[in-house]
């Protein structure tokens, strides 16, 4: 019946006769091992997929089990779907990102969808922002993805048409009817059944149509994105916002580099996007799936888009100023800038990435509504919507500005759901996020995006001072709020303006000490077992805190989805959400703080420490509470 193949790519899209289990079935005992090692959280459904087993295996095979899960994975979320949303023939658009599992686990999903009734725009392989926000034009979205993960994972999002992934209580709801389907007896036979059975469907019209599709979710990402930048739907206050940042980009003349890493990025908007309106842009490693180094955008990634803006500097193109390496979803893309007063390319941390992020779109926000004097800021409502373990700088820069800060459970849905609640009690919510790992949210957006957080850092650049209007640019206005005015100086670069921000010293996510793995499976348990241990510490500990760091006293803070436990005393209440403990000064200020959550999508217990300060007794401080922190909770362990 044909093969069909992308034309932007050459890439196989799929087979109209393909079927996984034509020269082996799966086993009933393997498929539930596969069952069990995979991460089923309101972020996403991640294991490894590969048939070897191995995480870094850059086969597409994905062998007969996990054949037999995808099966369910679609028969789960048709069920869901159409009960949802009460409709037999929902529009569904799916996509996939670089990895060369996808396209198989797609050719499954896909059948099963149409055998139940679920038309299908298949978009192959397409950033998350851009399946996100084309799903606004449909009913919902299945995104085959592992993120960050290594090559060898490989799992799903799902959503509906807000553009975000689904929340908490209904990723829990589908999850149910996905292991209920996977335990029933003789369950991966089954599967081989169903499967059969939906090879009488018509694929083949749907692999005819990638490319039309494509071309109408790019399109539609393109405008989306265009209205998210400029934080105005309405059409000609936004095509006069983005002809000034035209102008601007023009005068200033700025290029942005991007290590692409082989991820979905490379067949999306990113290229045409940034040269549309004047900006010009370099790329590498540029082939999909041409994935050549570690998928995660941290630190040690993204060195190689700082050593190659240091090529491009030291030979004349001193227009690349910041660049940015997104993962293989491409809904993360952190920074790499060119230190002017250093005179190197230098990688932003995460924590950072998301300061700026916040700064900017605050002093938007005020710029837009021509908000200067505090009783003018407070008029405005404004709040940030973030995860438990961001830096508390956000606190200082919100404060600067009058907004307030409100803080949800690790994970995307959970920080869009609390901006949604935020907006419906009357806020003001323009940017929101999770500081941990640099991944801004830009309303009306519900996803990360690197395009959004790129623009956000060009807005602070190139939104100056306009006399005849009467109205500061975004940087003189976050210096005006600090009581810094004077120091503004129209010449300033990106250097000034990250000099500028409240300083903290922050663990890194991505460090190996901000990682452990544990044995307790109830964490719930664990951390009861924690907190007795930090009382009796803390006892014998006061005196030197106070001593070395003024720290006096202390608070234990939970996040569970978007509720928020101040002054936690049960410690077992937090259960898997995240739990941290904040010290405080006598002064009452809040100085530092320690947190521990075990990952949803990673098979990992994380920790972190966040200092007010970046001294070196500052950077002592945040060594000493971690390991304190770590053996705490490996004491807790044991227990």
């Not at 029933?184 to 694929?203: F, G, H, P, W």
């Not at 050593?307 to 979803?329: I, N, W």
Request: charged share 25%; with cysteine; proline share 3%.
């Amino acid at each position: 019946m044909g093969i069909f193949y992308d034309k932007n790519t050459n890439f196989l899209i799929g087979s109209a006769d393909f079927s996984p289990f034509k020269t082996k079935h799966p086993s009933q005992t393997a498929m539930k091992k596969e069952l069990d090692s995979m991460i089923l959280s309101a972020s996403g459904w991640r294991k490894v997929f590969t048939a070897s087993g191995d995480e870094e295996d850059t086969q597409a095979s994905i062998g007969p089990e996990n054949a037999a899960l995808s099966v369910y994975i679609a028969q789960s979320f048709s069920h869901y779907i159409q009960k949802k949303l009460n409709k037999k023939d929902p529009v569904i658009v799916v996509g996939l990102d670089a990895r060369p599992t996808g396209q198989e686990i797609a050719e499954i999903i896909i059948r099963i969808l149409l055998k139940n009734g679920i038309q299908v725009r298949y978009v192959f392989i397409s950033a998350a922002p851009e399946i996100m926000a084309y799903a606004r034009e449909c009913d919902g979205f299945v995104y085959i993805s592992a993120s960050h993960n290594p090559v060898g994972h490989n799992g799903l999002k799902f959503g509906f048409n807000d553009g975000g992934v689904i929340p908490g209580s209904e990723a829990a709801q589908l999850t149910a009817i996905f292991k209920d389907l996977c335990n029933m007896e003789n369950s991966s036979q089954k599967a081989v059944d169903l499967y059969n059975d939906s090879m009488q469907t018509d694929i083949a019209s749907v692999y005819n149509k990638v490319s039309f599709y494509k071309e109408e979710a790019l399109a539609f990402y393109r405008n989306f994105t265009r209205t998210v930048i400029s934080s105005n739907t309405d059409p000609a206050k936004k095509e006069a916002f983005l002809k000034s940042l035209q102008k601007a980009a023009q005068q200033d003349k700025l290029t942005i580099l991007a290590d692409m890493n082989g991820s979905a990025r490379t067949v999306s908007i990113d290229k045409d996007f940034f040269t549309s309106l004047g900006f010009g842009f370099i790329s590498f490693n540029d082939t999909p799936r041409d994935i050549v180094h570690a998928i995660i955008p941290e630190p040690e990634n993204l060195v190689h888009c700082a050593r190659k803006m240091e090529e491009l500097q030291s030979k004349g193109d001193t227009s690349v100023v910041l660049g940015y390496m997104p993962d293989c979803d491409g809904d993360r893309g952190n920074i790499v800038y060119w230190n002017d007063k250093e005179k190197k390319a230098e990688v932003l941390m995460a924590q950072e990435v998301f300061a700026l992020s916040v700064l900017s779109e605050l002093s938007f926000t005020a710029y837009n509504n021509n908000a200067q004097t505090p009783e003018e800021l407070r008029k405005l409502k404004t709040a940030v919507s973030v995860n438990d373990p961001t830096s508390m700088r956000i606190e200082e820069i919100a404060q600067a500005f009058c907004a307030s800060v409100y803080r949800a459970e690790v994970g995307e849905a959970n920080v869009v759901n609390l901006a949604r609640s935020l907006r419906e009690k009357g806020f003001t919510v323009p940017i929101l996020g999770e500081g941990s790992n640099g991944g801004n949210i830009t309303h009306p957006a519900a996803v990360r995006d690197p395009i959004n957080t790129l623009f956000a850092l060009i807005k602070l650049l190139t939104i100056k001072d306009d006399p005849a209007a009467g109205k500061k640019g975004l940087f003189h206005l976050w210096l005006q709020a600090l009581n810094r005015a004077d120091e503004y100086n129209e010449n300033f670069t990106l250097t000034d303006i990250i000099n500028s921000l409240p300083a903290f010293t922050t663990t890194g996510v991505s460090e190996q000490r901000a990682l452990l793995h544990i044995t307790t499976k109830d964490h719930g348990c664990l951390k009861n077992a924690y907190g007795e241990i930090l009382r009796k510490q803390w006892d014998e500990k006061t005196n030197e805190l106070k001593t070395k760091y003024g720290i006096v006293s202390w608070r234990a803070v939970s996040n569970n989805g978007i509720t928020q436990t101040d002054n936690l005393s049960d410690f077992s209440e937090s259960k898997n959400g995240g739990l941290k403990i904040i010290f405080s000064n006598s002064d009452g200020k809040d100085i530092a703080f320690i947190w521990m959550r075990g990952s949803g999508t990673e098979p990992v217990f994380r920790v972190m420490c966040d200092v007010k300060g970046n001294t070196s007794k500052c950077r002592a401080m945040e060594s000493e509470l971690l390991e304190w922190h770590r053996s705490m909770v490996r004491a807790a362990d044991v227990a």
